[in-house]
């Protein structure tokens, strides 16, 4: 398993996940250390165990962890309001790498919307989405909203998906790229896909994934038949 997931990544797994987990309650919480935990989840005569690593990863495990002895005080109020709540829903909020995993329904609902970028955060939140607890108390620099505990996880600004780029816009992102620049390297902070995906797209259209621009691509000339995703 990858120890750091991309978007594609991320829809990836979460199709799995909703097979194999939806319908069970949650039984436990452990915490392996500061940013790394672990879901029981269990229905008749099954059970899981779900692998939550903040920042990096998220997926099921059948390895036996080390946990810590005495549960961390995220533990414990995870521990408090979910335990033998049924798991509803788990889905990813736009594009971001964020996930929601819902427990039960209505105003008895909680939520756990887990961060899987940057230095990550898991963040346990009521009905309405008001935090009650979190890994990592911190202030967006962008939008300068808050993230503790009695603030609203702000679902609305997850990342959402943009419309595909025009053939124009194609040949002035790639034209701004340096000679010698890798073009998906070019391409990637204008895509949510990651640069993998772009890789195989290119490889798709005829052009080496690691092709460089002025050597292999002429964005004059390439972006018409690059115009792939």
Request: a positive charge.
């Amino acid at each position: 398993m990858k120890e750091k997931f991309t978007t594609i990544d991320l829809f990836a797994v979460l199709q799995g996940l909703r097979l194999r987990l939806l319908g069970m309650r949650l039984v436990n919480v452990y915490d392996i250390d500061h940013k790394t935990y672990l879901l029981k989840l269990a229905r008749p005569d099954d059970k899981a165990v779900l692998l939550i690593e903040s920042g990096c990863r998220m997926h099921t495990t059948e390895f036996e962890w080390p946990k810590n002895m005495y549960p961390s005080g995220f533990s414990m109020k995870c521990r408090k309001h979910l335990r033998s709540r049924r798991l509803v829903a788990i889905n990813q909020l736009g594009v971001d790498r964020v996930v929601d995993l819902q427990f039960g329904s209505g105003e008895a609902a909680y939520h756990l919307v887990i961060e899987l970028y940057d230095r990550g955060n898991v963040i346990l939140t009521d009905h309405s989405y008001t935090i009650l607890n979190l890994l990592r108390v911190r202030t967006d620099t962008d939008t300068d909203v808050r993230f503790a505990v009695r603030e609203r996880f702000p679902l609305e600004s997850a990342r959402q998906d943009q419309p595909l780029p025009s053939i124009e816009k194609l040949t002035e992102i790639a034209s701004a790229g340096k000679p010698g620049d890798q073009l998906r390297n070019t391409l990637n902070p204008h895509f949510v896909y990651g640069s993998a995906l772009l890789g195989h797209c290119l490889l798709g259209k005829g052009f080496s994934d690691t092709v460089k621009i002025g050597k292999g691509f002429d964005p004059e000339r390439g972006t018409v038949q690059m115009a792939f995703i």
